[in-house]
Structures are given as C-alpha cells and as structure tokens.
C-alpha cells in the first residue's frame, strides 16, 4: 500500500488558506463515474516573442491562451481553472463579449494548430480599482463559455498566493505571440515565444520607471542592459516561477516604456494581490493559489540602504556648501 504519514515539528493554525482535508472512511463506496477534484494547476507534462526570446516548443506553456478579437490575436492570457482566464484590463475598452474568443492549446497564430481549441467569451470582469492612467490594478478576469477538458497542451497555471515573496533576481518566464521589437512583429508562422527574465525588485523598479510609478500592486522584471522583454501584443500574458515541481503565475504583463530598453524593466501586475478577489468571483473549482517563497538575500533592501545613504550624503554636502 502506496501510503505515508509525516508529523509536523509543531501544530499549524487554521486559516481560510490552510485547513485540513476530510478522509474517507472503512465503508466509503466511490461508483463508476463519481466526480474527483485534483490539483493540477501548473504541471507542464511536455516542458523538460517577447523580445529577446526564442520558439517555445509545443506543450511548454499550456496554460498560454491568445485572445482572438474578431478573429486576430490582441491580447494574452492564462488558464486559471476549466472554465476561467486571467489577463490585462487594459486589454479591454468594455466589459462586451462581442468579437471576443480564446484560443487555448496553440502553438503558432498561423498555419495548423492540432492541439488547439477555442471558446467564445460569456462573461469579462475588470478589477473595479483599475486605474487606466496609472496602470494599477490591470487585472480582468474571462469567463468561458463552457468547460475545457485538460490535456497535455491545456492546462491551468498554479498563481501566487497572498503574501508570497519574489525577491529581486528570482528567476521567471514571460511568454506570448507579441512584437518581437518596437514595431516589429512576430514573423510568420507566428510561434509562441518564451523569454527568461529575472524580478527585480519594487524599490529599484520605481527609481527606474520614476517614482510613484511602481506601486504594491505591481512586480517588475527585466535586464538592465536591455534586449530581454516583454512588448505590444503580449500584455495580460503570464510571467512564471517554478517553485518545486510546479509553475507559479506571480505577474500579468503590463506596461513598459518602449519594449526591452536599457534601464527600463517591463512592469507586471502582482497576481498575489487579487487572491481575495478571484476567489470572491470564482466559488467553485478555485484557481490553485500557492505560496512562493524566493531563497537568498533580498538585494532590494541592500538598494534601499545604499539609496538612503546616498541621499544622506548629498543632504551634508549640500548643507556644508551652504554655511
């Protein structure tokens, strides 16, 4: 018998997030056809432009979806449960379904994509403190207008749980079907695209992008020297970390100023933030939210530090030249 029991060094306290499982007991019957739930957010069976990036082969991200408008790729997104969508609110002049449909399990934009299916749109929902002039809260939820079965090429992505820690550096993955530079789109056959970025963090963000800019409830990622990116067509995709064996959504993409500029990294919404409001949305089949947690120094900190004394420095200069 496949089974095992661990105890814990110590007790944990209950919350709305941690509570215990009930356990079939002795006499249980479970019939032919009786529903089972399983956690299956972030598993890439088949994962052994973005600027900067390369083709991402087939299966790699099955939770990327394209947003089709009236037929052609606006937006990106990723599959958050059977049934729901995470993207850009920006990505969105209304709350309409008209003209919107959701291509899951593609490959390229064109030629034939064996894996794909595709649903229509029956519900879009804005974050209700979206902020189109500051870009803060850029978050929309789609609903589908039926189920998805999951396969190798569609499934659900696991999203970072309130409170989780992506530290400056930690290493992430932004993929999508957008510009491969400013004003240069992705070449045909239009493959999916995967870049490797690291975070970086809030403090240094916001003396990059200027202050006030980068709020709470956003995550930055990118490389200083530039040519890393995400860019126009990719927006409302998903930035990911592999935490164990799975992959964590910890940002939807944003904004930026230009596309992969030196100094200048992409701006993401922080999906930690909205677990309280997806879950007030979605009352069945919740996403899988998972706690992330970076390893090593928080170098922003050490940013911050530096900062402070720097501006210390420059306020004693300032006050000797005075006297």
């Known amino acids: 018998m496949d089974i095992g029991l661990l105890k814990l060094s110590s007790p944990v306290t209950f919350t709305d997030y941690i509570r215990p499982i009930c356990l079939a007991s002795n006499s249980s019957q479970f019939l032919s056809s009786t529903m089972c739930w399983a956690t299956v957010c972030g598993v890439t069976p088949l994962n052994t432009r973005i600027v900067g990036g390369e083709d991402a082969p087939p299966g790699s991200w099955p939770w990327q979806v394209s947003l089709q408008r009236f037929g052609d790729h606006f937006c990106g997104g990723s599959l958050i449960n059977k049934e729901w969508v995470m993207s850009a609110a920006h990505c969105f002049f209304s709350t309409s379904t008209s003209g919107w449909r959701v291509s899951l399990g593609r490959q390229s934009l064109q030629g034939t994509n064996p894996n794909e299916v595709s649903r229509t749109v029956a519900r879009i929902i804005l974050h209700p403190n979206y902020d189109s002039d500051a870009n803060d809260n850029d978050v929309a939820l789609l609903r589908l207008s039926s189920p998805v079965t999951f396969t190798d090429f569609i499934r659900p992505v696991c999203l970072a749980a309130s409170g989780s820690v992506f530290i400056n550096g930690t290493d992430s993955w932004v993929t999508g079907w957008g510009s491969v530079n400013e004003g240069v789109a992705l070449p045909f056959p239009g493959t999916l695209q995967e870049v490797e970025v690291p975070v970086l963090g809030n ?55 230009g596309c992969a500029r030196p100094g200048w990294p992409g701006v993401y919404s922080r999906v930690s933030r909205y677990q309280s409001w997806i879950n007030s949305l979605i009352n069945s089949d919740r996403p899988g939210f998972v706690q992330f947690t970076s390893s090593g120094v ?11 004394k720097l501006f210390t420095n420059n306020v004693s200069i ?5 006297t």
């Open 203 to 257: 403090r240094q963000c916001n003396c990059l992008n200027g202050v006030g800019v980068v709020t709470d409830n956003m995550i930055c990622a990118g490389v200083l020297v530039g040519g890393k990116d995400s860019c126009q067509g990719d927006s409302g995709g998903p930035m990911v970390s592999k935490q164990g064996p799975v992959w964590v959504q910890s940002g939807v993409v944003s904004f930026g100023f």
């Open 298 to 308: 928080d170098t922003d900190n050490i940013f911050l530090e530096k900062k402070k």
């Open 318 to 322: 300032q006050e000797h030249a005075h």
